[in-house]
């Protein structure tokens, strides 16, 4: 069955990096565009970015763009989220997701990881 | 502020249906599929409905969804106790280049 482990969440203060990995089984992780989601606390779901099969397209939300780079490894069925210039509007459970299409994107999420939380305080 | 836009709350006795509704322009709902999510407490979100009305084996026919020009919505018939939790929808927009979700509505089960 497809799972989606995400790891690497904590605290860290204002202004520092933490890197997230998710790692990927029951499925060809080569095969599908895959996502990072992240919820605040008590708020809604706010898509990250998107990054290809092959990892040549990317696409980011303005929110994080320039601070946050998503990445993937298919080799070892991984995806990765490096978070730089962390802010407090940062915290929350970030989540790890597939999308549904099969090497084509569909640009609509099937599985979702458990998720991480990060907090970003002094 | 959500570039979908879903109330905030909705609410059922057991039995009855209930809708739930988003609202979004040409540039998302319009132009792209639509996909609904159930999240309940302390859980990641599930997967409930993609391409607007095509449910994934293993939810109930009780759920539908349907799509008209920048709406759409997910319909819950025979409504149930277990149905309580936060509903979302998403699309592709195509004018940001990415994936927007609604608010999110809390469905209580009087």
């Known amino acids: 069955q497809v799972q989606l482990v995400e790891s690497g969440g904590g605290l860290v203060k204002p202004g520092g990096s933490l890197r997230l990995s998710c790692a990927a089984s029951g499925f060809t992780f080569s095969d599908y565009y895959v996502s990072w989601i992240r919820q605040a606390p008590g708020k809604g779901l706010e898509w990250l970015s998107y990054i290809s099969n092959s990892g040549t397209t990317i696409y980011y939300a303005d929110s994080v763009k320039g601070r946050f780079t998503i990445s993937r490894d298919n080799a070892n069925h991984s995806l990765f989220l490096q978070m730089n210039s962390l802010r407090a509007e940062d915290t929350a459970m970030y989540y790890c997701?597939?999308?549904?299409?099969?090497?084509?994107?569909?640009?609509?999420?099937?599985?979702w990881g458990q998720g991480t939380l990060v907090t970003v305080s002094s | 502020q959500s570039v979908l836009t879903q109330p905030p709350s909705a609410s059922g006795t057991p039995g009855q249906r209930v809708t739930i509704s988003c609202s979004g322009s040409s540039s998302n709902i319009g132009d792209n599929y639509v996909y609904w999510y159930q999240q309940l407490p302390g859980t990641a979100p599930k997967l409930l409905m993609y391409k607007n009305n095509q449910r994934p084996s293993g939810v109930p026919d009780r759920f539908s969804g349907s799509k008209s020009g920048t709406s759409a919505s997910l319909a819950i018939s025979g409504l149930r106790s277990e149905d309580e939790a936060v509903y979302y929808c998403a699309a592709w927009d195509d004018s940001l280049s990415g994936l927007v979700f609604g608010g999110g509505t809390k469905l209580t089960v009087l």
């Open positions: 997701a597939r999308d549904r299409g099969w090497e084509l994107p569909e640009f609509g999420i099937d599985y």
